[in-house]
DNA sequence: CCTTTGACATTGCAGTCGTATTGCCAACAC
DNA sequence: GTGTTGGCAATACGACTGCAATGTCAAAGG
């Protein structure tokens, strides 16, 4: 066998690439020839680790999933153990709304790839029973509301991120409106 | 003075066509050629009344804008004089959620505008003060909790519409939701 | 040694894109 | 009539796209 390299390591890095690419200018502007200019390779590297455009879009999306994933854990670790419900919910939201930094990236991109999925519901269908998973957590963490109550703070949460990226709404009303919400949510 | 036709009317019906692309294959599928066909004209025409793409797409954008507009006027006359103001909330909301038929549609293109927007802040900065404007209507309709209420709700909003369209939340439980939500605002 | 195999780079191709240009035709002014 | 002008079609152009084909080079197996 001939040289060894990190097939996965080598994808991520052009993953990356095209997510700097979409961030700043947009998912139509991800090309092979840009992804590849911004990653510092070759057109032909690219096209090496991913046979087509498709998959290399499809292992972009997967890795920016995981990356938010990865977010919310480091954030939840970071609290230490038996945080309130309450607390424990707030960190989880704000760890993913895009308030600041590569957060705000990340969350351009994110809204690039929902509108591109929303015209190739194959590809959506794959996190749609994560978005279920998580409504079914935040359940268990209210004190009430059950599942219509916790749709709404999932489906606020998003309209929030919504607006943060729009400029809409700066990070202090964003968090002022999700703190407002989990004051009514846990009203004694 | 030639043939006479009216401008505006021509520009709406390639807007439609637009529109029409935009929500069945996305946004990067609107390409002059693609729209002109949509709409049953000829390339040339389309070039006849939009000088450049970034015009039609403008254009496109406010139609768009108006048409979501239009739809709450209606729906709030259908109420009759003096609806409570929870009615009136709802009656809006509802009406500017993409539940079913050619609202869905038109959600779809406006996520797609909205990620398009998202790297061209230029374009985005117009409808920055209406949603503040929105932000300010409903604060005056809700009995306490102002601004920061107002703009969970409207999240909230925007959140639902989110997931609606990627088929996370059926029509029912987006509007279950959204009843829940103004219970907890409007609670005695 | 030498052949195989995977890691890249380069090039070419067919197609689409936005746009500028050109030309034809109908309608009004004179 | 004749000329002018707006509505519209067709074409040409250069830039780009995704993708396939081809080539080069280094490392490991026999």
């Known amino acids: 066998m001939p040289k060894k390299v990190d097939h996965d390591e080598r994808r991520r890095l052009i993953a990356d690439a095209l997510m700097k690419v979409a961030a700043e200018q947009g998912l139509e502007a991800v090309s092979l020839r840009h992804v590849a200019q911004a ?4 057109a032909g590297m690219v096209q090496h680790y991913f046979h087509t455009k498709d998959e290399m879009m499809v292992f972009a999306l997967a890795a920016i999933s995981e990356r938010s994933e990865v ?51 194959a590809a959506s269908a794959e996190l749609r029973p994560s978005t279920a998973q998580f409504v079914e957590f ?46 009514l949510l846990f009203a004694t």
Chains 1, 2 share one sequence.
Do not use: H
């Open 138 to 183: 935040i359940a268990s963490m209210l004190p009430r509301g059950g599942a219509v109550a916790a749709a709404g703070l999932l489906a606020l949460m998003e309209g929030l991120g919504l607006y943060l990226l729009g400029g809409q709404y700066t990070p202090a009303q964003a968090l002022d409106a999700l703190d407002a919400q989990l004051d």
């Open 39 to 42: 990653a510092g390779v070759s």
């Open 71 to 121: 977010r919310v854990r480091a954030a939840v670790d970071a609290l230490g153990a038996d945080p309130t419900p309450r607390l424990l919910l707030r960190t989880m939201i704000a760890a993913l709304l895009p308030l600041e930094g590569p957060t705000r990236e990340d969350g351009r991109v994110a809204l690039a790839f929902l509108a591109y999925t929303a015209v190739r519901p």
